[in-house]
């Protein structure tokens, strides 16, 4: 007999017939206790949740789900505790015995290479149509778990970096709590990314072909931060906002509250970290200019960093620099950037990356903690920050990342560069030539052409009301 979903209207009341649903496809002689009933209807809330996101991302995304018992033991810093093996395989099966979700890929362990994945689902047909057709949007509906671990601590232990324990001390509870003031103030606002409906396919297909984007994801709108090798000394930068997943060329069309944007960085970070911390003096000259005679800056920075990076002497050229448009070797291009950097030639290919990290990341921190004060998001993309043009505009935000690098280093920075971005499209049929884009007020005004970012607008102003 086909088990249909009743007409729905809320998230809510739609996870409550599936619910419903799954238990009359049990068959079971006891009821569940009141803490394994509770324990599977967060696992099928959780589950149905994450498909809902999954259809509105950008890319359409699938789900995952980690089958081995032992993951719902282990490191319990880091997991849903409401979330356990029994319950969530058996939300899970109930779902598929319904009909509701397909497996597209069965998780796997590879013990020789040590590498794996997880079980991957989507939602089918009949809930696939519900999905779409409930009431809101799952990016409004999400408010931040400040429950969940937003400072973490990663190791490589068996040659896999995993998440692992750590002590609390006063540094770690500063953190915390400095980035709890940052997600609180992000969840006050409401960022978006405003193209035309007829461009979201587009940029679904640049994410797809691009190896390290994840598809956007609107609900993501706070921050966790993540330390490396096993210490509180290195990495720490901020991680998981769905801006981050936002390919450079598009992060023009940004807004923050429905107001144009600036993205801000500071120019030659890590350069300018290296001298400082070897009490040396980096110069006028670009730092990666210097290399080739203001030839192919933006590969010798990759080739830069690269080397910051590397812990050996890097013999082979990493595979994401491309050397096709310079005529010269890997080796060749290493020596000549380890020649205009004779002052910190020492400093490449030590594995000094990582801690130079911390330090762009104690950085960041002090800007976004100063914007915070102003009630003003600044969205982090490493080592630059999105924010509301008027900042760029008046020169507020280069003041403010000033004082934080040399708060933090001491030393003050020779350039931060500004980019007050404009928005602009390209006409239909016209792949060279491209129009203003419209202001707020015609946006608001006209046709459905921007619908779905303006439909997230509304959603978010109602659910302030």
């Known amino acids: 007999m086909a088990i249909t979903l009743i007409g729905c209207i809320m998230f809510e009341e739609l996870v409550r017939e599936v619910i419903l649903l799954i238990e009359k496809t049990e068959g079971r002689s006891r009821n569940r206790t009141y803490t394994a009933q509770v324990n599977f209807e967060h696992a099928v809330h959780v589950i149905l949740l994450d498909l809902w996101k999954s259809i509105h991302s950008v890319p359409v995304r699938e789900c995952l789900i980690n089958k081995r018992s032992g993951y719902y033991s282990e490191n319990p810093r880091y997991r849903d505790p409401l979330l356990t093996y029994k319950q969530t395989i058996a939300a899970f099966n109930g779902l598929e015995k319904l009909g509701f979700i397909e497996v597209t890929q069965e998780g796997y362990f590879d013990r020789e290479t040590l590498q794996g994945g997880l079980t991957r689902f989507v ?171 203001g030839e192919h800056r933006d590969t010798v920075k990759q080739a830069f960093n690269a080397m910051v990076q590397a812990s050996g002497p890097l013999k082979q050229c990493p595979d994401d620099i491309d050397l096709s448009e310079i005529e010269m070797s890997w080796p060749e291009l290493r020596d000549r950037i380890v020649a205009a950097h004779k002052p910190i030639a020492d400093q490449f290919f030590i594995g000094i990356g990582n801690k130079l990290q911390y330090k762009d990341s104690c950085i960041a921190e002090r800007v976004m903690l100063q914007f915070v004060s102003m009630d003003a998001p600044p969205l982090p993309v490493h080592d630059s920050f999105i924010v509301h043009h008027a900042y760029a505009e008046s020169g507020e935000i280069e003041e403010i990342m000033r004082r934080a690098f040399y708060d933090e280093m001491g ?55």
């Open 123 to 293: 939602a089918k047909d009949e809930l696939l149509e519900r999905l779409r057709g409930l009431e809101g949007h799952p990016a409004v509906r999400s408010q931040v778990n400040h429950a969940h671990e937003i400072i973490m601590l990663r190791n490589t232990i068996d040659g896999k970096k995993s998440f692992v324990e750590y002590e609390e001390t006063p540094t770690t509870e500063r953190f915390r709590e400095n980035l709890r003031r940052i997600n609180k103030c992000f969840s006050n606002h409401w960022f978006d990314l405003e193209i035309k409906d007829t461009e979201v396919e587009k940029l679904a297909q640049r994410i797809s072909k691009h190896p390290n984007k994840e598809p956007i994801d609107f609900s993501k709108r706070s921050l966790v931060r993540i330390f490396s090798n096993g210490s509180f000394k290195q990495g720490g930068r901020f991680y998981r906002g769905w801006w981050q997943n936002v390919p450079s060329e598009y992060r023009k069309y940004i807004t923050i509250d429905e107001k144009r944007t600036a993205e801000v960085d500071f120019s030659q970070l890590n350069p300018h970290l290296l001298y400082i911390s070897n009490y040396k003096e980096l110069g006028s000259e670009d730092a990666y200019s210097r290399v080739l005679d």
């Open 411 to 465: 030393e003050h920075i020779s350039k931060v560069d500004t980019e007050i971005l404009s928005w602009e499209y390209r006409k239909d049929g016209e792949s060279d030539s491209i129009e203003p884009a419209p202001t707020i007020d015609q946006i608001l005004m006209s046709d459905d052409d921007m619908s779905q970012w303006r439909k997230r607008h509304q959603l978010w102003y109602e659910s302030l009301m």
